[in-house]
């Protein structure tokens, strides 16, 4: 079975581009999360999405970063325009919706991140 | 307000030693915690998890993790450190939102 995989791996764009970040969850896991860990700082929770909805995006920086899930199946992150700030690295991750009671819902398992660098 | 602590950033052990990684939570309910790992190149795996019942929880790669109420810890152990276990690991606690740790560096010594 495939894990969470994110694209691309690494990023380097200018201050003021776009960026699109993509993450494709683990087939069937209908919770997605994005996280991001600026260097040297703790990693950060950004959003959860069930489905295709927004459940919790109280994590987000700023109306710079735009998050989608459409179809519910894999997601974006747009960054739009970029600052230094941003730099840093997004994880993505997924893990089963069962119920609320059952804890595989809450146990999540992580992409292998993009390094999102603005220079 | 909801924080994890992991007060070594880096820690050096011989390859065969015990190791111990240190974390304090504070959360309001009843945490659920997790212990990952994230080697060079890699994402982040998740050791083991507490959600209940038994305080001493075992994972994958030898490592074991106990929680303690009254301290707000969940320590992560390994009787015997191999080369391969060289990553930073990461403390974890929470729901679908997780508040993470700043992590610790291991750096294991032939």
């Known amino acids: 079975e495939a894990g969470v995989t994110q694209f691309p791996s690494h990023s380097v764009i200018e201050k003021g581009q776009t960026v699109t970040l993509r993450c494709d969850p683990i087939?069937?896991?209908?919770?997605l999360y994005w996280y991001r860990r600026v260097m040297g700082k703790e990693i950060k929770f950004l959003l959860h999405f069930v489905k295709e909805s927004k459940q919790d995006e109280s994590g987000m920086p700023n109306n710079r970063f735009l998050a989608e899930r459409t179809g519910g199946t894999y997601s974006t992150l747009k960054v739009q325009p970029a600052e230094l700030e941003d730099s840093g690295v997004y994880f993505c991750?997924?893990?089963?919706?069962?119920?609320?009671?059952?804890?595989?819902?809450?146990?999540?398992?992580f992409g292998p991140g993009t390094r999102l660098t603005v220079t | 307000a909801q924080s994890v602590t992991q007060p070594d950033i880096h820690i050096t052990v011989s390859e065969g030693a015990s190791l111990e990684l240190r974390c304090n939570y504070s959360?309001?309910?009843?945490?659920?915690l997790f212990w990952y790992v994230q080697s060079p190149g890699q994402g982040l795996q998740l050791l083991l998890k507490?959600?209940?019942?038994?305080?001493l929880v075992q994972g994958i790669k030898g490592f074991e993790a106990e929680f303690k109420r009254s301290q707000s810890s969940f320590n992560l152990r390994k009787p015997s450190v191999h080369w391969s276990d060289a990553a930073e690991y990461f403390c974890?606690?929470?729901?679908?939102?997780?508040?993470f740790g700043t992590g610790t560096r291991l750096k294991v010594l032939a």
């Open positions: 991750a997924s893990s089963q919706e069962v119920s609320r009671w059952d804890k595989l819902s809450y146990e999540q398992y």
């Open positions: 507490y959600f209940s019942g038994d305080t």
């Open positions: 087939s069937g896991h209908d919770n």
């Open positions: 959360y309001g309910a009843t945490p659920y």
């Open positions: 974890a606690v929470g729901l679908h939102k997780y508040i």
